[in-house]
């Protein structure tokens, strides 16, 4: 099968923003950030602090050191045993092998004040260098120099895949989706809270994703960059991950260099929580977590009412399901907002939609809401009787099979039945919650490990519509686009999202040059149709950016005013762009 004959790839799949004004301020490698960092250091005894992010590799920093360092101190020495941690967080972990409660705290929650003692003392009696390293470090000595050593949460979890373990704990061996959920409801959390106070304290950010590569700014320069990065459109840098499901058009369109894995599923190309971006000092490139980017600048990137409502969290998500020549997603439900706070201790739900940005020219077709008359004792006495194995479940007597073509959009409310078809690749646009999906019934699959994939049926049927049937999902999941305004060449249309969702879109279908004000909140862009766009700033506060086909791109708050115009092989032709926004 071949998609959009005769396009030729331009996806950038490797988004880098160039920073200037400091380009005597990053380093590569670790024998110059060795010498930028102990030149700094020229007591009889220095202290030098690298305080990092779980999934850091603190031996790689120890070895490059090695040379310096008289004394060296592990921060783990300062916590309570794994035993004990793990029994502090046992209602926090859960034995749920997907689902936790989110830990609200610090890490220091889990320092044992004897050891600490015992640590400092050692530090007070040190002779010549030390060097304190792990997390949460700065408990120990706030230092003569402090690194923050960061790390993606992507790349934490490729990590987990080859072995890493979660944050003191023996669990190599524990399934990925155990550590992952350790990692989501309790490192990654405390990691990020951690971030702040480093962020304002540190005299050098460390890059640590790629292994032996790191990247290091001045504070100077990391402060600055981020406000470059701020006042201009950007992207964040996607990754792909393959699935059970999963097709091939991301291969082909998106030209995926990596032909050799059985299908791309995923694309998470705008999210915060995971993405990261990338900054280009004098050609160092150093790539800086999505969330530390929320955490250090939170109003200008989400605007003020945004940062009023949902704090330093980036609230919109954007991300690739390819199904082509692949499979059905998992009929599935998202909780509802009630059911997160109280059973996930977490601020907002997963409310999403379905775009397609494409489909097989043979007839394609979703899931979207239960059928008129079905009660919650029958579904789930078929669920049950399905998972047992002792039947198939018949997703048609129960859910909505309808069809669908390009470019239309379906909305999909937390408590919704979904799933979309096998041809299909969808721009799923929800709010930015990642795993909360109580999958219902997977059509008698295993997953890519060989395990049973966790079904989650007692979750789901508790918060499934039940009173929510065709007429509704016709009416309020599937309406058609409305005008909103139009003009010679363009017109601009409300595409979604249904009225108890928080994020609107709109859809510009556009061959001349528009204006769009953001009223001092985000915008999250994506090309959905037509090679290429040029943005632009009215007063000149940022250069022209240009965005090609299925990219994604932020529009931060401190931008009150961009405009859109087709350029390149679009120039003059019609293009469509998806701006999706939370709405008040």
């Known amino acids: 099968m071949t998609y959009l004959k005769g396009f030729e790839s ?4 490797y988004p880098v923003t160039k920073i200037s004004g400091y380009d ?38 120890i070895a490059a050191f090695a040379n310096w360092s008289d004394v060296v101190i592990d921060a783990i020495d300062i916590y309570y045993d794994y035993e004990t941690m793990n029994k502090m967080l046992r209602k926090n972990v859960t034995d749920d092998r997907v689902f936790g409660v989110a830990y609200h705290g610090k890490w220091f929650d889990f320092v044992d004040l004897e050891k600490l003692d015992k640590v ?23 230092g003569d120099v402090l690194v923050f050593a960061d790390m993606t949460i992507w790349e934490i979890q490729m990590r987990y895949r080859d072995g890493l373990d979660n944050f003191n704990c023996h669990n190599f061996d524990d399934e990925t989706t155990r550590k992952f959920k350790r990692g989501y409801f309790v490192d990654w959390r405390l ?19 790629i292994p032996n590569e790191p990247k290091m700014v001045s504070k100077e320069a990391f402060d600055g960059g981020l406000l470059q990065l701020l006042n201009q459109p950007f992207s964040l840098e996607p990754f792909f991950d393959a699935g059970l499901w999963g097709g091939q058009w991301m291969k082909e369109v998106l030209d995926i260099e990596d032909k050799e894995k059985i299908n791309y ?76 706070h109280e059973n996930f201790a977490l601020p907002f739900t997963q409310d999403e939609s379905y775009y397609f940005l494409d489909c097989a020219e043979e007839e394609t077709y979703m899931y979207l809401g239960i059928k008129d008359g079905v009660t919650r004792e029958d579904m789930e006495s078929a669920l049950l009787a399905a998972n047992r194995g002792e039947a198939i479940f018949d997703a048609e007597k129960y859910a909505n099979k309808i069809p669908v073509k390009k470019h239309e959009h379906y909305h999909i409310p937390s408590g919704t039945v979904h799933c979309s078809g096998a041809d ?9 919650p990642c795993i909360f999906t109580f999958k219902l019934w997977d059509w008698g699959r295993v997953g ?57 879109t709109r859809r510009v279908w556009t061959s001349v040059k528009t204006t769009h004000k953001t009223n001092g909140e985000t915008h999250a862009l994506n090309l959905v149709e037509g090679r290429e766009a040029l943005i632009e700033s009215p007063s000149g506060q940022f250069k022209p950016f240009t965005i090609h086909f299925a990219e994604s791109v932020v529009i931060p708050a401190l931008i009150k005013e961009y405009t859109i115009t087709p350029c390149g092989d679009s120039f003059g032709k019609e293009i469509g762009i998806i701006k999706g926004y939370v709405r008040y």
């Open 10 to 13: 331009n996806y950038n799949k």
């Open 24 to 61: 005597q301020q990053a380093f590569k490698g670790y024998e110059s950030i060795v010498h930028e960092v102990t030149k700094q250091l020229t007591n009889d005894k220095n202290i030098l602090v690298v305080d990092c992010t779980v999934g850091v590799n603190n031996e790689e920093i």
């Open 120 to 142: 400092k003392k050692d530090v007070a009696e040190a002779i010549g260098n030390v060097l304190i390293i792990g997390v949460g470090a700065t408990y120990i000595h706030d």
């Open 191 to 209: 990691s990020n809270f951690h971030k702040d106070g480093l962020m304002k304290e540190m005299n050098y950010y460390l890059d640590t994703v």
């Open 265 to 340: 599923a995923w694309s998470y190309n705008l999210l915060f929580p995971e993405n990261c971006v990338a900054l280009d000092f004098n050609d160092i490139k150093v790539s800086i977590p999505g969330y530390t980017v929320c955490r250090k600048y939170p109003k200008e990137l989400i605007g003020e009412r945004g940062y009023a409502r949902f704090g330093a969290e980036y609230p919109i998500r954007y991300d690739y399901l390819d199904t082509m020549e692949g499979g059905n997603l998992s009929l599935q439900v998202h909780p509802t907002n009630q059911y997160f």
């Open 424 to 432: 299909t690749m969808v721009l799923e646009i929800s709010s930015a």
């Open 448 to 504: 890519m490990d060989g395990k049973p994939r966790p079904i989650h049926i007692e979750r789901g049927v508790e918060v499934i519509k039940w009173d929510k049937g065709e007429k509704w999902m016709r009416e309020t999941c599937a309406f058609k686009p409305i005008l909103i305004e139009e003009g010679e060449g363009w017109k601009e249309e409300k595409t979604g999202l249904h009225d108890l969702e928080f994020i609107e």
